[in-house]
């Protein structure tokens, strides 16, 4: 298996991020946007992905979280790009539910080089902690964008907190069975031979 990892860095008016990324690590992280749920949610998501992921960001925080949460999705979603490379023998396809509590959380995912993105359910506050909860949906929309993959997200529950966490946990689980290597398969996993 080739060395399936990349660094990007954005730099823009509004953020400097870099993140460092490995596909087949074991879910070591290092995470500091200056968002302390968002730091939970990506820790979240390399722990239950077996994702190693650093990620950091100077934001513009002084206006809001919009540009922070948006450009980390971006630059997550490319570094995820970068390090599939032609996406060679990946699953490609892949769909979890997870619970929390009493919310429940479903991603379906391809890995299509087709970005394309829909979300059914609504937050249940406002906000958690210094995260706007809508910021949740863009962060996926985002991802979805640069990492060129169709995406589809739904949600139930009552707490917000659990709502997010539960899409993030199931965005890792998913992306993680998607982008595993299928022993049967040394070619990248598309009758048109690329994606």
Same mark, same amino acid.
């Given at each position: 298996?080739?060395? &399936? ?25 290092? @995470?500091?946007?200056? @968002? ?6 990506? =820790? ?48 490609? #396809? ?16 391809? @890995? ?10 609504? #937050? ?16 996926? &929309? ?16 009552? =707490? ?36």
């Amino acid at each position: 298996m080739t060395d &399936r990892t990349a660094s990007i860095t954005r730099e823009t008016a509004e953020t400097a991020i870099d993140v460092d990324l490995t596909l087949d690590g074991s879910g070591e992280t290092t @995470i500091e946007t200056g @968002i302390g749920f968002l730091d939970h949610m990506l =820790n979240s998501f390399g722990t239950h992905g077996l994702f190693d992921l650093s990620v950091t960001c100077d934001g513009d925080l002084e206006i809001d979280d919009h540009h922070t949460v948006e450009d980390i999705g971006l630059t997550l979603g490319t570094a995820f790009d970068a390090a599939l490379v032609d996406k060679r023998g990946i699953r490609r #396809f892949a769909d979890r539910k997870v619970p929390m509590d009493e919310a429940c959380a479903e991603i379906v995912l391809d @890995i299509s080089g087709r970005p394309y993105f829909t979300f059914d359910g609504e #937050f249940s506050q406002e906000r958690v902690g210094g995260m706007t909860s809508y910021m949740a949906r863009h962060f996926l &929309r985002s991802f979805s964008t640069t990492a060129g993959i169709t995406l589809h997200a739904s949600v139930t529950g009552e =707490n917000a907190h659990h709502e997010i966490e539960g899409l993030f946990k199931a965005l890792a689980r998913a992306m993680d069975d998607a982008t595993r290597i299928d022993e049967r398969r040394s070619e990248t996993p598309s009758t048109k031979g690329e994606l």
